[in-house]
C-alpha cells in the first residue's frame, strides 16, 4: 500500500498524525537553512568596491587540479583541463559571492555521478557541450590580470570582463557602427588600469576609401599607440595580428557590429562563431552573449566578449589620464575643469593640436569621481 503524505511533510517522518512530527520537521528545516547560509557565507559584498575583488584563500585546495574558465552561464561553467579536454562544472558553495569571469584559473573537484539503479553500471562521463555537470570549481587561484568596467552605480562598483589577459585589443569599425574615438580613450584607461597592453584594430577598412586616412586617429597616432588596420573579409592586415597573439592571451572588447567575432573567425576558421548582422540604424545586433576563451592552432589565446555600448571609469584613479592624456601640461592634468574648453584663449594658450581633447580629458576626469546620488553603499 503506498503511503500518502501531506503537503510539505518529507517522507521521513514516519508518524503521519503525531503532533512532534511538524515540529521536528521544522525545526531540522531550519538547521538545513542555516547550514546553507553558512557555507555561502564568503565575506564578499556585491556593493563594496575593494571586496568585490577579494577572492576567498585558495590554499586548501592546492591540491586538486588546476583548469582555466572559459565560458561562464548562469549555473554553471566550462573548464578547460591542463590537457585541452573540455568539462562541465558547477561552482562549488564556498564561490556563490565570487564574480568568476572568462580567463579564471580554477581548482575543481570530480563529482560523483550517482548511477539511477545502483544495479546497473554508472552511465559513462559526459564531456563538452550539452553535457550535466561532472565536476565542481572549490577555488579561484589570484589573478595575474584582471580587466574591469566602472558600474553604473554603487549596487555594482565593477563590472569584471576577464582575467588574466595580457594585451586588450579595443576594435572599432571604420563605419557601421561609426568610429568613436572617446570609447577608445576609455579602453586605454581600462588597460593601464589592469597592466594590460593596448592595441587599437580598425575593421571593416574595406568600407571606407584608400584615400580616407581616418584623421580622428591623428592624436592617438601622435602618441605612438599601435594601430592596427584590418579587413576581416578580405582577409586584409589579418595575418599580421596572428604572430602578436602567439604566446598571448588578448581580450578584444567594442561595439556591438565592429566586427570582433568575425575577425576571431578569419585567425581561426573551425571555430565558426556565430556573427550577426546590422541593424537598420547601423548598430550591432549583440550576437555575441558571453565572453569566450579561444585557444589559438598557432599558440596564444583570443578572449570574444560581447559588444559593449559605453565603458565607464567610474571609480578608476585619476592618475592614469597623464598616460592617455600626454600632451597636456601638469597644470591641466591636475584640475582640468579649471580650463574652459569653450573659450579660444584658454585653448590658444594651451598650444594644443587637438583642443577637442580638452573636453574628453574633463568627461572622464569627471566620471572617475561620479557617484550616483540615489544609491548608497548599503544596498
Ligand atoms: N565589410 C565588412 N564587414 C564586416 C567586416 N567584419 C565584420 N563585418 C560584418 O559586421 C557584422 C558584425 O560582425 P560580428 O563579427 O558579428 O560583430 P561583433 O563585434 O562580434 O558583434 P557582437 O557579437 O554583437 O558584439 C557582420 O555582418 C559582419 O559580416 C569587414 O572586415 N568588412
Ligand atoms: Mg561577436
Given at each position: 500500500m503506498s503511503r500518502k503524505y501531506r503537503l510539505g511533510?518529507?517522507?521521513?517522518?514516519?508518524?503521519?498524525?503525531?503532533?512532534d512530527s511538524y515540529s521536528r520537521e521544522r525545526s531540522a528545516d531550519s538547521k538545513r537553512r542555516q547550514r546553507q547560509a553558512e557555507r555561502l557565507s564568503t565575506d564578499i559584498e556585491s556593493h563594496d568596491a575593494e571586496s568585490l575583488l577579494k577572492l576567498p584563500d585558495a590554499a586548501p585546495w592546492l591540491h586538486l587540479p588546476e583548469a582555466t574558465l572559459t565560458q561562464r552561464y548562469s549555473q554553471w561553467v566550462d573548464l578547460e583541463l591542463a590537457d585541452r579536454t573540455p568539462l562541465r562544472a558547477t561552482l562549488g558553495g564556498k564561490l556563490k559571492g565570487v564574480r568568476l569571469v572568462c580567463g579564471d584559473r580554477v581548482r575543481y573537484s570530480a563529482v560523483p555521478v550517482e548511477p539511477e539503479d545502483p544495479g546497473l553500471p554508472p552511465p559513462p562521463p559526459v564531456r563538452g557541450d550539452?553535457?550535466?555537470?561532472?565536476a565542481q570549481v572549490v577555488a579561484v587561484m589570484p589573478r595575474r590580470t584582471l580587466l574591469k568596467r566602472g558600474g553604473i552605480d554603487d549596487r555594482e562598483p565593477w563590472q569584471l570582463i576577464c582575467a588574466n589577459a595580457d594585451e586588450l585589443w579595443i576594435c572599432a569599425a571604420v563605419v557601421d557602427p561609426p568610429l568613436r574615438p572617446g570609447l577608445l580613450e576609455r579602453a586605454q584607461v581600462l588597460a593601464l588600469d589592469a597592466g594590460l597592453a593596448f592595441r587599437i584594430i580598425v575593421t571593416k577598412r574595406d568600407r571606407a576609401s584608400r584615400k580616407d586616412t581616418l584623421p580622428e586617429l591623428d592624436p592617438l597616432r601622435e602618441q605612438g599607440l599601435p594601430i592596427h588596420e584590418t579587413s576581416a573579409l578580405k582577409g586584409e592586415g589579418v595575418e599580421a595580428l596572428r604572430s602578436l597573439v602567439v604566446d598571448k592571451v588578448v581580450v578584444l572588447l567594442g561595439h556591438?557590429?565592429?566586427?570582433k567575432s568575425t575577425l576571431v573567425n578569419a585567425l581561426h576558421p573551425e571555430l565558426a562563431l556565430r556573427t550577426g548582422g546590422l541593424t537598420r540604424f547601423g548598430t550591432g545586433k549583440q550576437t555575441t552573449t558571453s565572453a569566450r576563451w579561444l585557444p589559438l592552432p598557432g599558440g596564444g589565446t583570443l578572449i570574444d566578449t560581447p559588444g559593449v555600448r559605453t565603458l565607464s571609469v567610474r571609480g578608476?584613479?585619476?592618475?592614469l589620464l597623464g598616460q592617455v592624456f600626454p600632451e597636456f601640461p601638469a597644470e591641466v592634468l591636475e584640475d582640468?575643469?579649471?580650463?574652459?574648453?569653450?573659450?579660444d584663449e584658454v585653448l590658444d594658450a594651451l598650444g594644443l593640436d587637438y583642443p577637442e581633447r580638452l573636453q574628453s580629458l574633463q568627461r572622464l576626469w569627471q566620471e572617475m569621481e561620479d557617484r550616483n546620488p540615489n544609491q548608497n553603499v548599503w544596498r
Open positions: 511533510q518529507s517522507r521521513e517522518a514516519q508518524d503521519l498524525d503525531h503532533r550539452g553535457g550535466s555537470p561532472e556591438s557590429g565592429v566586427g578608476f584613479d585619476r592618475a582640468p575643469l579649471a580650463f574652459d574648453a569653450e573659450d
